[in-house]
């Protein structure tokens, strides 16, 4: 569920600005702008976010998305998996119970009976009370219910693990999750770029996180490095004049299914002898520039006229780096001045009406143009690959 989605019943909410981010990586941005000095937030490693806090106690937040259902309902097989999760975290001993505080965010706003009452007991006797209700809902469910096999499982961990879940238990619901990002950044942020200042936040604390992943450790950012890397770029962008993407990297399964198909491009890169490296950095430029467009066009950010403008600039900038190489390597072997021409061509920076682009762009709009055969890095091109 993306942002975008969650944000449809909002009619003055600029939901297109935040298409690609997950609630889970908005929710750990708010936490990393919210969270001390020496605390840490993670993305799906503990649980859908969670803040490690210096002292070794940790929050837990479960991100829930209420489009259609409630699943803050008494009901609710979300929420009673979620309880099922959290007490299997306990009695497995991967989380203290007794320093773990627990949190079930829920947008748009959501009530439920049981719910407020967990979020509100705050006596032995109110938990004591509320355990024995949950025993009597479980009971009485038919067998078939969605909810009862987790809710079983969670009252299965005993009163002490449920107790002391239940007593440090938070229900959160708020109407516009964005919002919640949007006061850290609003007050360095003039209103013409407040949301893409908001953008840049979030795709900054999911890169974080994209980065741990990537490398098969836990996504656990630290909110000072953080903060004062979003601060760094603030400083250093224009970003009345910089044009932001909100396009997620591609999956690997994604671009290497783009290079399996042999577009037009790729074979382009091929008869070069581009390794494989280049082929799948390639497949991802063109992957990520292709919805930039799309997102940019439909923002309004850029006119849908200044795109061809933008590719006579690349087109013409190819012949002259071709000429250059033809000059200058021109006893080399083809398949080496094809692989030179296609690394001067995407290193280039080329504005887009007076705009800064995101440094995969011109690479990716240079294979979009070598898809179209408008380009090409072998030097028969247009023979190898005429047109269908």
Known sequence: MTVAELEKPLKTS???????????????????????????????HLDDVAVHRADGSIVLEQCKSALSGNPAADRSA????????????????????????????????????????????????????????????????????????????????????????????????????????????????????????????????????????????????????????????????????????????????????????????????????ARDEMLLTAASDYLRTQIDKVQWADDGRILADSFQDFDDQLVRLHKISRDEVEDTDGSSAIASRGRKLYRLCTKATVPLDGQTLPAYFVAGAYNHLADGRRVGWHPDYPTLFPPD
């Open 14 to 44: 600029a939901a297109g600005q935040y298409l690609g981010f997950s609630l889970q990586q908005l929710r750990l941005a708010y936490h990393l702008f919210r969270i001390p000095d020496g605390d840490f937030a993670s993305l799906e």
């Open 78 to 273: 979300d929420l009673w998996k979620t309880f099922a999760n959290w007490g299997t975290l306990c009695h497995d001993d991967i989380v203290d119970k007794a320093r773990t505080d627990f949190r079930y965010y829920v947008t748009p706003v959501k009530y439920g009976k049981i719910v407020a009452q967990m979020s509100a007991a705050s006596t032995g006797a109110e938990v004591s009370a509320l355990l024995l209700q949950l025993k009597k809902l479980a009971q009485g469910l038919q067998e078939d219910a969605a909810c009862k096999s987790f809710l079983t499982r969670f009252l299965s961990f005993g009163d002490s693990i449920c107790g002391t879940i239940v007593a440090r238990f938070e229900v959160s619901t708020e109407a516009d999750p964005v919002e919640a990002v949007r006061q850290y950044v609003r007050p360095g942020a003039s209103p013409s770029v407040l949301q893409e200042m908001t953008a840049a936040a979030i795709g900054l604390a999911r890169d974080r996180a994209d980065a741990f992943i990537r490398l098969r450790q836990p996504a656990i950012v630290d909110a000072t490095k953080f903060r004062r890397s979003f601060q760094s770029f603030s400083r250093r962008s224009d970003l009345g004049n910089f044009l932001i993407s909100r396009t997620p990297p591609p999956s690997d399964a994604d671009i290497a299914s783009t290079v399996e198909n042999e577009p037009t491009f790729v074979r382009q890169l091929r008869a070069i002898d």
